[in-house]
């Protein structure tokens, strides 16, 4: 398969438990086993992404930075929205007059305005005769409908039970004892204790054969229209 995935991970604050780079550590892994199963390159990372202002009740800010009132340290992944859109789309031409047929975009990053930029990116990709060389996908949205665990956190139990699966070796889940502000930068249903590497390689193995599907239906459709 003539395919190339292209990892979106910001290098964003997940909390003190977990490491840089949250997001780029899942979606890295994500697209590595994925192709070692369908074929396919996986291509340098871009680690800036797309996020809103908002207010949490500490004054406007910028993504997870809206939670804490001020700046957290450890994000790194702002950008102007058309500029990220720009650079994407760049990205994604670049590599399709390279040569490869289909371009796979992953998320690890999954708020509403990353899935609309990508979205976006992926539109004016669209070539004259109908079919969609570039095609996106949240890792999480990657399980099937109707399943439980088809849903997300940001650093909490989700994300970390995925850390702990993955890279637990760089996981510190007592890093939070003795601060006032325990859940600094953490949002989630169920909190970041209640994570478990079991419930992370659950996630992990259905997202992966959720990749695989998704690839192959992609490509499948560009050779209808050859």
Known sequence: MHTSRLARW????HGRHNPLGVDSLKAEQLCL????????VVMPAIHFAADAYWDAGFGIGYGMDATAGYALPGSFYSIDTQLFAALLENACRNYLSRGFRLVVLISGHNPSIQQNTIDEVC??????DGAEPVCFSMD????????????????AAIETSMMLYLHGERVNMAANEGHDREHLGVGG?????????????LRYKRQVTGLVRFAQERYARLLNFE
């Open 189 to 201: 249903e169920r909190p970041y204790s209640a994570a478990t590497a079991a419930e992370g390689e």
């Open 10 to 13: 910001p290098l964003e604050w």
């Open 140 to 155: 999480y949205l990657l399980m099937e409908q109707g399943d439980p665990l088809r849903t997300s956190d940001h650093a």
């Open 123 to 128: 539109y004016r990709c669209k070539r004259d």
């Open 33 to 40: 086993a994925a192709a070692k199963q369908t074929g396919g």
